[in-house]
């Protein structure tokens, strides 16, 4: 059986999938969930200081063909000391690590949610979410590089242990060169995720000639297969340009083909959203059976033997 175990932050994790957050772990109940099923790890619905009802529904939509989803939840969550509780009653003899997401919608928040976790000093993993792209009035702060870089020059210190960023898709070299050179400064910003949803596309009803979901007009990120070769090339554009940290992939993962292309291109775990959504937990078994079987056909024994290894022309 091919072995699908990884390490990321430095901690162990027996297969490489976990969901993407903000997807099927927002209450306990989901968080146990994914705990029985057969993901390798789990991470927490992004926190803000306070709890968040999010923005009106309909708010999150499949589209049609299934090439993917639209989503503007505007980060409904229980507020960062829900989570904070929830990472205090873990129990971290069991196999999977607990990831936790902040994204506090201020500087002053994250440090504030940071802090707390800090001084409850657990074994949980911090990835910080800076690439919503739901809150009206909020920009992503993923594409304004240099406050991005401020608050990691507050935040990576404080943390001082291994930790995550959440990455909004870049769609420009100069882009991947920019945030690269700013993530490679903090030492112990172990790992980015990419991507985040594919900030403010509209769904748009032929029929009815509207808007299919509420928020914002109908602007949303999307997600699922057809933001597969955005998620493969940032993947891919960070793995090669952060020689001393790791890629978590995220984005298009329906089978084990697209987890298959995501470790080619780089990562060293793969997170999925939309079919996690769709098809609930028990898709994890059914992911890491397709993996293994494409994994066994080419011959690779560990997902080390083929990670970042794709072929150019
Ligand atoms: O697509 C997303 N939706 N990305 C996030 O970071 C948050 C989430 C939401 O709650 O809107």
Redesign the pocket.
């Known amino acids: 059986m091919a072995d699908l175990s990884t390490t990321v932050a430095g901690v162990h994790l027996d297969n490489v999938f976990f969901n993407a957050?903000?997807v099927w772990c927002q209450h306990e109940e989901e968080l146990k969930a994914l705990l029985e099923s057969g993901s390798g790890s789990l991470i927490t619905k992004?926190a803000t200081f306070e709890h968040r009802e999010?923005n009106p529904s309909p708010r999150y939509l499949p589209l049609p063909g299934g090439v993917g989803s639209i989503?503007?939840?505007?980060?409904?969550n229980e507020g960062y000391e829900y989570y904070l509780n929830y990472a205090k009653q873990f129990d971290y003899t069991q196999a999977k690590p607990l990831f936790i997401s902040l994204?506090g919608l201020s500087l002053a928040d994250n440090v504030k949610m940071v802090t707390a976790f800090v001084e409850a000093d657990l074994p949980c993993i911090l990835e910080v979410?800076f690439?919503?792209?739901?809150v009206p009035g909020k920009p992503q702060l993923g594409y304004d590089i240099d406050a991005m870089d401020a608050a990691l020059a507050t935040l990576a210190p404080l943390i001082k242990k291994p930790f995550g960023i959440?990455l909004p898709p870049y769609f420009d070299i100069a882009h991947f060169d920019q945030v690269a050179a700013v993530v490679n400064k903090y030492d112990n910003l172990a790992y980015v995720t990419c991507i985040?949803?594919v900030g403010n596309g509209l769904a748009i009803d032929l029929d009815t000639e509207t808007a299919l979901i509420k928020p914002k007009d109908g602007f949303g990120?999307l997600?699922g297969l057809m933001v597969l070769q955005t998620a493969l090339a940032n993947v891919n554009a960070f793995y090669r340009r952060l020689p001393n940290k790791q890629v978590i992939g995220v984005g298009g993962v329906v089978s084990g083909k697209e987890a298959f292309l995501h470790i080619l291109a780089g990562a060293s775990a793969v997170q999925i959203g939309t079919q996690l959504k769709e098809e609930g937990p028990a898709m994890f078994d059914r992911i890491k059976k397709e993996l293994q079987e494409i994994m066994e056909k080419k011959g690779y024994k560990s997902v080390n033997d083929f990670r970042g290894k794709v072929k150019t022309l």
């Open positions: 957050s903000g992004s999010g989503n503007s939840m505007g980060l409904p994204s979410n690439s919503c792209p739901n959440k985040n949803s990120g997600g």
